[in-house]
Each structure stands twice: as structure tokens, then as C-alpha cells.
């Protein structure tokens, strides 16, 4: 079985660790329409990247009891 020869400080765990942490994401907020946004994302709320509009968003979908049926 295998042990460890002597006790690793604090300090050299911590080390070892240092690269363990998570990163935060890089938000910014979208020039088309002011939501934020992941940098480098098709926005979700306008569906725009950059100046193209990629996604078409609809805004109200009219739903009539004669058209479900």
C-alpha cells in the first residue's frame, strides 16, 4: 500500500492547488440592445453577434384557439 514518505505542508498542498480554481466569465453588454452577454456569444436576447442579426427572434406568438385545433 502506498504512503506518503512525510506530511506535505499546508503551503506545497496550496501550490499544487493553485491552478484548481474556477474562472469567471467574461460578460459584456451587447451593443444592440444593452442585455449582457457572454463576449464572443450570439446574444440571447436579440439573438444578434456584432452587427448580423443570426438568430430571428419572435417576439409575441399568437397562439388562437382556432389555430391550436
Not at 493553485?18 to 440592445?33: A, F, M, Q, R, Y
Amino acid at each position: 500500500m502506498a504512503v506518503p514518505k512525510s506530511k506535505i505542508t499546508r503551503s506545497r498542498r496550496g501550490m499544487r492547488r493553485s491552478h484548481d480554481s474556477l474562472k469567471g466569465t467574461n460578460v459584456i453588454e451587447c451593443p444592440n440592445c444593452g442585455e449582457y452577454k457572454i463576449a464572443h456569444h450570439v446574444c440571447k436576447a436579440c439573438g444578434y453577434y456584432r452587427d448580423l442579426e443570426i438568430i430571428p427572434i419572435v417576439e409575441d406568438i399568437d397562439l388562437d384557439d382556432d389555430a391550436a385545433a
